[in-house]
């Protein structure tokens, strides 16, 4: 059965600190993984990895893809409290979209 | 079964129909939200339910849209008179509460032809 694990599940930290978020998957004809940041009523569109070992970046935002391990990580430097929210990982394949369950990150100032 | 529940998966209609998608939420969730996605972008809010509530339907493109979840649980997505811009993976997502993550489904893919 296809599935999308993200770890952990939350997380605190300090502003200014860095985090690492993860997401591991199993799917079948994978086609592409997805970032989504998800404040209030929709998640915001983050980044789309197709492709093993190329960085995307943006701002204090980078994201990598790993399609040997099956994982994929983000990475938030320099937190600040607007960080704050539920980070979501999704994985396209056999034309559906797989949800991660999310990982909430609180940024404390 | 301990998730979202969408069906059908996949819906080709044609031009003119209507089409009735189904969304089964997490047992005593809440909140229901309703999105339509393109690929590779971010979903776009269409419409959100607490319990049997309507609280905001400001992301329907249409008055060809309607959603109604008349027992506060089971929520039914209704486009009339399908066009072709239309087609797209239609989510449905629910949570405890409006703060609490999302759990979506699996969505639904609708092609219009």
């Known amino acids: 059965e296809d599935k999308v694990v993200q770890s952990p599940l939350s997380l605190v930290v300090h502003e200014g600190d860095t985090v690492t978020l993860n997401c591991s998957y199993e799917?079948?004809?994978?086609?592409?993984l997805l970032w989504y940041k998800q404040e209030k009523k929709a998640p915001t569109f983050l980044f789309m990895l197709?492709?093993s070992g190329i960085e995307k970046k943006s701002g204090r935002l980078s994201s990598i893809l790993d399609k040997k391990e099956l994982f994929s990580i983000l990475n938030i430097t320099a937190t600040q409290t607007g960080d704050s929210a539920v980070y979501l990982c999704?994985?396209?394949?056999?034309?559906?979209?797989?949800w991660g369950a999310g990982t909430k990150l609180i940024i404390k100032p | 079964g301990a998730g979202v529940s969408q069906s059908p998966r996949y819906k080709v209609a044609k031009r003119g129909q209507d089409v009735a998608l189904r969304c089964d939420p997490i047992?005593?969730?809440?909140?229901l939200f309703w999105y339509q996605q393109a690929l590779g972008q971010g979903p776009e809010f269409l419409t959100y339910?607490?319990?049997?509530?309507?609280?905001?339907k400001s992301g329907l493109p249409s008055d060809r849209f309607f959603a109604e979840r008349p027992e506060g649980s089971v929520s039914t997505l209704k486009i009339q008179r399908t066009q072709q811009e239309d087609s797209a993976v239609y989510l449905c997502?629910?949570?405890?509460?409006?703060?609490?993550?999302?759990?979506f489904g699996n969505g639904t893919r609708l092609t219009v032809t």
């Open positions: 999704a994985v396209e394949g056999n034309y559906q979209l797989i």
């Open positions: 799917v079948t004809n994978f086609r592409s």
């Open positions: 197709t492709s």
């Open positions: 047992s005593g969730h809440v909140s």
């Open positions: 339910f607490q319990n049997e509530a309507q609280l905001d």
């Open positions: 997502a629910s949570s405890l509460g409006e703060w609490s993550p999302l759990h």
